[in-house]
C-alpha cells in the first residue's frame, strides 16, 4: 500500500477509536499513536510516548519502532522502511475511498487535528449495504450466529441470519401458539404440555332401550367416549338390551334357532342326521349331515336317506346310487361307445350290472359272447362293421369278362350270389360281346382270333390304292391303331390306313420312316407321290425297247426307277424336283446344290447324283440318248450318260453339253455300243451342278433331228374332277372352315376321308384321299437330313396345295401338328 494509501487507512482508524490529541498541537500527523501532551515534561514534545523516547525500556538503541504507517516530514523514519520522510502526508492530500458506503476526501487539520473529509468505513451490519467498504455485503452473517425459536414439543429451533439485509430465524419449525393444540398425543402448540385445554367434543353413544349417552373427551392421544352405557347381548325379555329401538327385544322368533317359535324354544339336536334351522316359528333343515340326505322334503323326520355317499349330480352306469336320490342309473345318457359304422349303425350302449355294453342285432356278425367277428357273407353289407363291405370277397364289384377274345369279349361286374351268400362272386355281364368279324387296323382284335390288329404287320390290313409301275400308296393319311375321329392316339406300334380317323400328326420323318416299315412299307418318294396326286401311272420298269430301228424309248426324268445322292467335295448332292418353265410332265429335276462343281468321268459315277432307268435292250449294236436339258449359265451346262456293260453296272463314258443357255433343248450323245441284249441300266450323271433335266429319248436311229415328244403333267389338285381347276372347298386348305357354324376361320385337321371329292381320280376304283389339304405328308429323304413334306396342310392357300409344291422340306427333328404321312410299297 503507498503511503498515501496507509495514511487513509490510520485516519480512518484513529477517527474510529476516538483518538485525541493535546489541545497544544501535535507533533506528529493523524498516525501518530501517542501524542504529547501539554503536561508532558519533555517540553520538546516531538515522536516520543510519556516521555519515553525510542529507545527507553531497554530497547537497543539501533531498534526503529514505527510510529506511524504514513512517513512525516521530521527526519525521522516514521514507517521503518529504511527511509526518511519519502511521500510524507501533509494537508490537503486525497484521503479515503469511494468504495461502499464510504466517500473519498482531503486531509484537513482542524482545531490541531488531522483529519479526512470524506465518509470512513464502519463495522458491517445486516443492511444490505457494504459498511466497512471492503466491495462485500453483508458479508460474515453480520448480527446473526444466535439460536433462535424453541426446541420445545413439536418445534425446532434455528439461527439468525443476515439474509437480503434482514436479520430471519432460519431453520426453526414451528412457534409457541402457532399450531392449536389437537388430541394426539403430541405438544403441538410447544408450550410444555400435550393434549391440554381441549373442549368438550360433544355427547356420543344413544339413549335407546337400556343405554345412556357418553361424553366425548380425549384420552391417551385418542377420542373416546367417556360416561354413559352401551348396548349388550340381547336377552329374550322385555327389555331393549341391544338398544336398537326394538322394543321386542330384538328376537325374532320365526327365525330364532334358540328361540324358535316361542323363548327358549331351541331346534339344536331335534332333527335326525342334520342341522337345523329357525324357519317360520317351525324347526327344519339346515343342511343334511355327510352322506345323509333329505329325499322326502319332509323336515320333521330329518335327513332320512343315507348313509350315502354324493359322488355328483349326474349318475354313472356303476350300480350304485351316485346322486343319491334313491335312484340307481337312472336317466343316463348313454356314451358313444357302439361302432357306428355299416350294420352296427344305430346301436345305443345299454348299462347293465356290470357296465355299459353294446349289444349288436340285426346283420352284425358277433360270437356267443357278442363281440364283433370277422364277416364272412356277400350280401351288401358291412356286417363286422370296419367300413369295409363284403371284404370276405374282394373280387365284388370289380371287372370280369366271359373269357373270350377281342371284341367278342362280353364284360361285366362281379357280384354276390344272392342264392348263396356265403358262396364265391359270380360275374354278372352288362356289356356282351360283338359278334366276330373282319380284321381292321383299329387297335382290337375284329376276329377275335387272340391277335390285335393281326396281319397289320404285313400290311394287310391297311387300304392301298395301286398306282401303276407296280406300287401301291395308302389310301389315306396314315393314323395311329387307337386314332378316333377326334383324338390322334397313342398307340405306336404300327401304321394303318382307314377313314374316319385324326391322321397321325406331331412325328418326325424318321419317326414316320420307321411307322411304315412297321407294316413291311415306306415313305412314298416325291415321285411316287406326285403321281398318285396327280393321277398319272408311273412307268413300269424294266422298259422294252421296241424292235424298229427308229423305234425309240421316251421318259420323263422324274419317272426313274432310282435316284441316288452323292457326295462331292464334302456337299451331299442330289437331283431334286425342278418346275422351270416349260418341263413336261410332273417336273423336271435339277442338280443341287449350285456350287460350280464339275466332276469328271472318273469321278462321276462314285461323287456324282444319278438317275436310272432300267432298259431290257431287244437289239445290240450303237445306241443314242437324247437329254431334254436346260441350263441357267454357261457352267452349268453338261452331264455324264452311260449305259452299264453289266446289268449291275454304268459306264458314264458320254459327255452331253447343251447348245444354248436359259431354254430348254434336246441334246444327243454320241454312240452307246450294247454288245447284248437283256435288262441293261441306263445313267444320268451329274458332271456340272445346276443342270436341269426333263425328258430322255433312248434310241438306235443316228438322227440329229431332235425328238418333239412331251407328256401332260396330270392334275394340279387331288379332286375327283377338274383338278386343274381349283375349287376352293373341296379338300381342306385354309378356305375350308372345319365348322360351319361358328363364326371366323376354322382351320381344324379332319377326320381323314372326310371330304368325299378330295381324291386323285384314277382308273383304279380305290383312289387315295387328302392329297390335297388336310395334313402335309412326309416323303422320302431328297438327302441325309433334307425331308420333303407334300401336298399341303388345313392351314394352307391354293397355291400352297398343288401336288407340285415340293418347296416344304426340314430336317430330321421336325415335327409340327398339321405334319402327317402315307406309305408306299411294291404292289404284292
Not at 407294316?519 to 416325291?526: Q, V
Not at 398318285?532 to 426324268?557: D, H, K, W
Request: hydrophobic fraction near 30%.
Amino acid at each position: 500500500m503507498s503511503r498515501r494509501g496507509w495514511s487513509r487507512a490510520i485516519a480512518a482508524l484513529a477517527l474510529a477509536l476516538g483518538v485525541a490529541v493535546g489541545a497544544s498541537g501535535c507533533a506528529l500527523d493523524a498516525q501518530c499513536l501517542d501524542c504529547v501532551t501539554g503536561d508532558d515534561d519533555d517540553g520538546g514534545g516531538g515522536n516520543q510516548d510519556g516521555g519515553v523516547d525510542a529507545n527507553d525500556g531497554g530497547t537497543p538503541p539501533d531498534a526503529c519502532i514505527p510510529t506511524g504507517f504514513n512517513e512525516e516530514c521530521n527526519g525521522l523514519d516514521d514507517d521503518c522502511d529504511g527511509e526518511t520522510d519519502e511521500d510524507a502526508l501533509t494537508v490537503g492530500d486525497d484521503c479515503g475511498t469511494d468504495e461502499g458506503e464510504c466517500t473519498a476526501g482531503v486531509v484537513t487539520c482542524v482545531d490541531g487535528d488531522l483529519g479526512c473529509t470524506g465518509v470512513p468505513a464502519a463495522p458491517e451490519a445486516c443492511d444490505d449495504l457494504d459498511n466497512d467498504c471492503d466491495g462485500e455485503v453483508d458479508e460474515g452473517n453480520p448480527e446473526g450466529g444466535e439460536e433462535c425459536g424453541t426446541d420445545v414439543g413439536e418445534c425446532i429451533a434455528g439461527l439468525t441470519t443476515c439474509v437480503g439485509g434482514v436479520v430471519d430465524c432460519v431453520g426453526d419449525v414451528g412457534a409457541v401458539g402457532m399450531v392449536a393444540e389437537s388430541c394426539d398425543g403430541l405438544d403441538n402448540d410447544c408450550d410444555g404440555e400435550f393434549d391440554e385445554d381441549l373442549p368438550t367434543m360433544g355427547s356420543c353413544g344413544t339413549d335407546t332401550g337400556e343405554c345412556m349417552f357418553g361424553t366425548l373427551m380425549c384420552v391417551g392421544g385418542g377420542v373416546q367416549c367417556v360416561g354413559g352405557d352401551g348396548p349388550v347381548l340381547e336377552l329374550c325379555d322385555t327389555l331393549d338390551q341391544d338398544c336398537d329401538g326394538n322394543p321386542t327385544n330384538g328376537f325374532n322368533l320365526t327365525i330364532d334357532i334358540a328361540n324358535c317359535g316361542t323363548c327358549g324354544h331351541s331346534c339344536v339336536g331335534e332333527l335326525d342326521n342334520a342341522s337345523e334351522k329357525c324357519e317360520g316359528g317351525q324347526c327344519a333343515i339346515a343342511s343334511c349331515e355327510a352322506d345323509y340326505h333329505d329325499n322326502n322334503g319332509v323336515d320333521a323326520d330329518g335327513c332320512e336317506y343315507g348313509p350315502c355317499e354324493f359322488a355328483g349330480p349326474v349318475e354313472a352306469c356303476n350300480n350304485v346310487d351316485d346322486d343319491c336320490d334313491g335312484d340307481v342309473d337312472e336317466n343316463i345318457a348313454p356314451p358313444p361307445l357302439c361302432n357306428q359304422v355299416g350294420a352296427c349303425a344305430g346301436t345305443v350302449a345299454t348299462c347293465t350290472a356290470s357296465g355299459w355294453d353294446c349289444v349288436y342285432t340285426g346283420d352284425v356278425s358277433v360270437d356267443a359272447m357278442g363281440n364283433l367277428t370277422p364277416e364272412t357273407e356277400c350280401d351288401g353289407v358291412d356286417n363286422d362293421c370296419d367300413g369295409r363291405v363284403d371284404e370276405s370277397h374282394p373280387l365284388e364289384g370289380t371287372a370280369c369278362n366271359d373269357g373270350a377274345n377281342g371284341v367278342c369279349r362280353a364284360f361285366g361286374t362281379y357280384a354276390c350270389d344272392a342264392a348263396d351268400e356265403d358262396g364265391p362272386v359270380v360275374c354278372v355281364i352288362d356289356t356282351p360281346g360283338q359278334p366276330a368279324g373282319t380284321e381292321v387296323c383299329d387297335n382290337l382284335d375284329n376276329n377275335c382270333n387272340g391277335t390285335v390288329d393281326d396281319g397289320a404287320s404285313t400290311g394287310a390290313l391297311q387300304d392301298w390304292v395301286t398306282i401303276g409301275g407296280g406300287k401301291q400308296i395308302m389310301k389315306y393319311e396314315a393314323s395311329k391303331p387307337d386314332a378316333t375321329t377326334s383324338l390322334v392316339g397313342s398307340v405306336t406300334t404300327h401304321a394303318c390306313s382307314r377313314s374316319g380317323v385324326q391322321p397321325w400328326t406331331n412325328v418326325t420323318q424318321p419317326q414316320a420312316e420307321a411307322a411304315c416299315a412297321s407294316i413291311g412299307a415306306r415313305l412314298c418318294t416325291e415321285q411316287e407321290w406326285h403321281m398318285a396326286c396327280s393321277a398319272r401311272t408311273p412307268t413300269t420298269f424294266p422298259v422294252t425297247e421296241p424292235a424298229a430301228s427308229n423305234g425309240y424309248i421316251f421318259l420323263e426324268a422324274e419317272d426313274h426307277v432310282a435316284n441316288t445322292p452323292r457326295t462331292s467335295g464334302g456337299t451331299i448332292r442330289a437331283w431334286v424336283p425342278d418346275y422351270t418353265p416349260g418341263f413336261s410332265g410332273l417336273s423336271a429335276l435339277r442338280a443341287s446344290p449350285d456350287t460350280g462343281a464339275d466332276l469328271s468321268a472318273a469321278n462321276a459315277d462314285a461323287q456324282g447324283p444319278r438317275l436310272d432307268f432300267t432298259v431290257d435292250f431287244t437289239q445290240t449294236g450303237n445306241h443314242y440318248v437324247w437329254v431334254r436339258m436346260y441350263s441357267p449359265q454357261s457352267n452349268d451346262d453338261t452331264l455324264w450318260v452311260g449305259i452299264s456293260t453289266a446289268p449291275a453296272t454304268t459306264d458314264p463314258t458320254r459327255s452331253i453339253q447343251t447348245a444354248v443357255n436359259n431354254a430348254w433343248v434336246w441334246q444327243r450323245t454320241g454312240s452307246i455300243s450294247v454288245p447284248a441284249t437283256g435288262v441293261r441300266t441306263v445313267s444320268l450323271y451329274m458332271r456340272e451342278d445346276g443342270l436341269r433335266v426333263d425328258s430322255i429319248v433312248i434310241t438306235r436311229s443316228s438322227s440329229t433331228t431332235a425328238p418333239t415328244e412331251t407328256s401332260t403333267n396330270g392334275g394340279d389338285w387331288a379332286f375327283a374332277s377338274n383338278p386343274d381347276t381349283y375349287v376352293g372347298t373341296t379338300c381342306n386348305g385354309d378356305d375350308y372352315d372345319t365348322d360351319g357354324v361358328a363364326a371366323g376361320d376354322q382351320d381344324a385337321v379332319l377326320p381323314t376321308g372326310t371330304l368325299g371329292q378330295c381324291y386323285a381320280n384314277r382308273t383304279d376304283p380305290h383312289d387315295a384321299f387328302d392329297l390335297t389339304g388336310n395334313v402335309k405328308e412326309w416323303t422320302a429323304e431328297r438327302t441325309p437330313g433334307v425331308n420333303p413334306a407334300r401336298g399341303g396342310a388345313s392351314n394352307n392357300e391354293e397355291q400352297g396345295l398343288t401336288c407340285a409344291n415340293a418347296f416344304t422340306a426340314a430336317n430330321d427333328s421336325f415335327f409340327f401338328p398339321n405334319v402327317g404321312f402315307r406309305c408306299c410299297r411294291a404292289t404284292p
